[in-house]
């Protein structure tokens, strides 16, 4: 098992920047990818970002390619979403996962084993 907690999710305006966080605890947390997903009131669960497991590879969802970094540092089992240039079409709940690569495929919710709770993100415009 896998213990995911997210953190840094609030309230900012358009334009400005927010810091994600994610806490892991439970199996060893570098033999896992991490992904950041994120879910709108009435939409799906949509990927965000994800980066493999030493850190080496990143990927991004095309909406948010050039303004959002996601990174990871193994040593704190933590892994980060920098999120900048934000836009109000980025309010979500933002969750953190953790992939071992058994199932499904990276883009995907259903290639993630472990879930956190989920953090909202709100821009105002």
């Known amino acids: 098992q896998v213990q995911l907690v997210e953190s840094g999710g609030g309230l900012v305006q358009a334009g400005g920047s927010l810091r994600l966080s994610c806490a892991a605890s439970?199996?060893?947390?570098?033999?896992?990818?991490m992904g950041w997903f994120r879910q709108a009131p009435g939409k799906e669960r949509e990927f965000v970002a994800t980066?493999?497991?030493?850190?080496?590879?990143?990927y991004y969802a095309d909406s948010v390619k050039g303004r959002f970094t996601i990174s990871r540092d193994n040593a704190k089992n933590a892994v980060y979403l920098q999120m900048n240039s934000l836009k109000p079409e980025d309010t979500a709940v933002y969750y953190c996962?953790?992939?071992?690569?058994?199932?499904?495929?990276?883009?995907?919710?259903?290639?993630?084993?472990?879930w956190g709770q989920g953090t909202q993100v709100t821009v105002s415009s």
């Open positions: 439970g199996r060893t947390f570098s033999g896992y990818a």
């Open positions: 996962a953790a992939r071992s690569g058994r199932v499904g495929d990276k883009y995907s919710s259903g290639g993630y084993e472990y």
């Open positions: 980066i493999m497991w030493s850190g080496g590879s990143t």
